[in-house]
Structure formats: C-alpha cells, structure tokens
Nanobody, 123 residues
Framework: QVQLVESGGGSVQSGGSLRLSCAASGSSTSDYCMGWFRQSPGKERERVADISSDGRTTYADSAKGRFTISRDNAKNTLYLQMNSLKPEDTAMYYC?????????????????WGQGTQVTVSS
C-alpha cells in the first residue's frame, strides 16, 4: 500500500511561483504513472498534469507553458513546478498514483491519492 503526502502549497500573488512535492512511502512509485489533480470549490476535480514511468508528460491546456511535472524516483517523490500563477489556479492540489505505467485520463485509473495541499493565488 502506498501513502502519498503533498506539501509546498501556500498563498502567493498573481505571477508568483510555487513548487509542490508529493512524497510517497510504503512502496516505490517508479513503475507507475503519477499525476497532479486540482479541485476548486464548486467545481469537479480536474487533471493538471501527469508523468508516465518512462518520463512522458502531458498537461491540461490551462497548465501548458506554466507548470512542469517531474519525478525523482530515487527519492520516490513527485513535483509540480508552477510559474506565472493566476487567481484561477486557486485550488486544492492532489497527487495520485496511477494503476499502470502509462497514464490515462480517468480518475478511476488512479487508485491512490494524497490528502491535498491548498494553493491560493491572489490578484
């Protein structure tokens, strides 16, 4: 059983940057897709970015050019570098481990989730 713990959230002004981390324990995540999701009040949770076991990345249109997902398998840690933050990026951010080595878009393909870290961007 893998446990995921996010950190790095906080409050920043528009245009600022944050780096989220997701530390995994209990088992290695290196053979699995890992993803970042976010949920704002009153909205459905949405995928922000994911990275396959071999390093292929995909991004939501809202994240392209501003966010970078990466992983350090030696540290069993997932990252999300967020630059040029906007108020609409305000949300609870979750990391998740996928069911397979490749990434799929559906949340049902991510059986393991962290508890989330809050990101608030003020204008």
């Amino acid at each position: 059983q893998v446990q995921l713990v996010e950190s790095g959230g906080g409050s920043v002004q528009s245009g600022g940057s944050l780096r989220l981390s997701c530390a995994a324990s209990g088992s290695s995540t290196s053979d699995y897709c890992m993803g970042w999701f976010r949920q704002s009040p009153g909205k459905e949770r949405e995928r922000v970015a994911d990275i396959s076991s071999d390093g292929r990345t995909t991004y939501a249109d809202s994240a392209k050019g501003r966010f970078t997902i990466s992983r350090d398998n030696a540290k069993n840690t997932l990252y999300l570098q967020m630059n040029s933050l906007k108020p609409e990026d305000t949300a609870m951010y979750y990391c998740a481990r996928g069911r397979f080595s490749s990434c799929w878009a559906g949340e049902r393909d991510y059986p393991y989730w962290g508890q989330g870290t809050q990101v608030t961007v003020s204008s």
